[in-house]
Every structure is written in C-alpha cells, then in structure tokens.
C-alpha cells in the first residue's frame, strides 16, 4: 500500500496569516492526490484535485502543489472558519489512502 | 443539493452482522461510481469499497474482502455496505460518498458502527 505522511500533525496559526500543509507518499503518485477539509464534527469535504485543481465552490484562498512523492496545501488569509482537519489522499492506486491528518487552530 | 443520507448503524457483538444503507438524492445516482469511507473515533480516514456506477464493478481494501460487500440499486438510489464477521477494529463512523473520477466529492453525515461485547 502507498503510505501517506502528513506534516505537520497539528498547526496553530493567526487570522490572516499563510498556512502550508505537507503530504508525502511512500512512491510517485503522478498528481493523483486530493485534499479534504474536515470541520469539527462534520464530514469531509473535497477542496483539491488532481494536486493543484480547486473543486467547485471552494474559495481560491486554498491551493494546491506538488508532484512526484511531494504535495503541499496552502491556505492563504486564515479565516476563522478554516479551523478544520485536513487529509491528503493518493487515488493512483489501491487501495486509496488517506493521510493522518493536520489539525488547524486559531493562535 | 446533493444528499447522501446513511442509516442502518448501531452498536453489534463481535461475529455479527449489520447492513448499511445510504439514500442518494439530488443527482442521478446511475451516472456515478459510489464508496464507503469509514473513520475510527479520533483517528483518520480509511477507504473502505467502491461501486461502479452501474453496479459490475466492485474493489474493497484487504481488511474488509471476504466480509464486506457493497452493493446498489439504482432504481431506488440507494448504496448499501452488508458487514459480516464483524471485528472490534470495524467500530468507526461510516460515510456514503459520491465519487468523480477518484476522489470523493460529496459525502453523508455518517452513521456509527461500534463493534463490543
């Protein structure tokens, strides 16, 4: 299975700063790599895609990089409401896997 | 509005059984491969099954294969997960997504499985 390393665990931050998350997979996954955003006590929801694609509706403050075995998830202008979990995923192969998560707070 | 609405969860002795169901609505269910996605308390997310869209289709990871089997009806626009041999490690919250291409675009709320004697 491809292992998915997040970094770092958990990130406290100010409003309106930038935020970077990594995400590192044990092999090339060739940009076959989403983001989610998990608010507290609700489902995920789909923010990125293919590394660096913004699902609809998302705001352009989050993006997306990456390739080869390195991605990355940028956050720019800290709102308060991007306190949240976030998960990377690999979906280049089975079984699809997920990250451990980088939980976000307000400093 | 998309919606994804799971049912069926509860607390199951070790061995048994429990099937899921997941009602879909607000989109055409027939055109879209569907998962189950399952998260253990406090911990991340794990890939569970996939359907294809039409149902001839099915991939499950190695923990589950051979216990699980997710399924569909298409004229009802509902997803199912029939859970057998059920295992202290399955306890999880359980969540219905709508996939598009390979990642999941809509999700459910979820519905909690616990596995204990």
């Known amino acids: 299975d491809i292992q998915m390393t997040q970094s770092p665990a958990s990130l406290s931050a100010s409003l309106g700063e930038t935020v970077t998350i990594e995400c590192r997979a044990s092999e090339d996954i060739y940009n076959g790599l989403a983001w989610y955003q998990q608010k507290p006590g609700k489902s995920p929801q789909l923010l990125i895609y293919?590394?660096?694609s913004l699902h609809t509706g998302v705001p352009s403050r989050f993006s997306g990089s990456g390739s080869g075995t390195q991605y990355s998830l940028k956050i720019n202008s800290l709102q308060s409401e991007d306190v949240a979990s976030y998960f990377c995923q690999q979906y280049y192969d089975y079984p699809w896997t997920f990250g451990g998560g980088t939980k976000l707070e307000l400093k | 509005e998309v919606q994804l609405v799971e049912s069926g969860g509860g607390l199951v002795q070790p061995g048994r059984s429990l099937k899921l169901s997941c009602a879909a609505s607000g989109f055409t269910f027939s055109d879209y491969n569907m998962a189950w996605v399952r998260q253990a308390p406090k911990k991340g997310l794990e890939w569970v099954a996939t359907?294809?869209?039409?149902?001839?289709?099915?991939y499950y990871r190695d923990s589950v294969k051979g216990r699980f089997t997710i399924s569909r009806d298409n004229a009802k626009s509902t997803l199912y997960l029939q859970m057998d041999s059920l295992r202290s490690e399955d306890t999880a919250t359980y969540y219905c997504?709508?996939?598009?291409?390979?990642?999941?675009?809509?999700w459910g709320q979820g519905v909690m499985v616990t596995v204990s004697s």
């Open positions: 293919n590394a660096n």
């Open positions: 359907i294809s869209y039409d149902g001839s289709s099915t």
């Open positions: 997504a709508r996939q598009d291409g390979y990642t999941f675009d809509y």
